[in-house]
Nanobody, 117 residues
């Protein structure tokens, strides 16, 4: 079983940047596909970006060209670099790990991102 801890959220002005980190422990990191999701108040949780164990990525249309997901297997960490942030990016951001062999999902506790002037 893997445990996930997110960090890097905070308050930023529109047009600013943040980098989220998600550190995994308790299992072999490389056997998990990783993803970042977000949930705004009153809305469903949605996929922001994902990266497979082999490094392939996909993004929600709303963040393409602004956000970049990456993983460092040596550090058991997945990152989400967020640039050109907009107020509509405000949400709690969650890290998810999906074990390749079982397709079981594991979630972190979430980190708040607020984009406001």
């Amino acid at each position: 079983q893997v445990q996930l801890v997110e960090s890097g959220g905070g308050l930023v002005q529109p047009g600013g940047s943040l980098r989220l980190s998600c550190v995994a422990s308790g299992s072999i990191f490389s056997i998990y596909a990783m993803g970042w999701y977000r949930q705004a108040p009153g809305k469903q949780r949605e996929l922001v970006a994902a990266v497979t164990s082999g490094g392939s990525t996909n993004y929600a249309d709303s963040v393409k060209g602004r956000f970049t997901i990456s993983r460092d297997n040596a550090k058991n960490t997945v990152y989400l670099q967020m640039n050109s942030l907009k107020p509509e990016d405000t949400a709690v951001y969650y890290c998810k790990a999906t074990k390749i062999t079982t397709r079981r999902d594991y979630w972190g506790q979430g980190t708040q991102v607020t984009v406001s002037s």
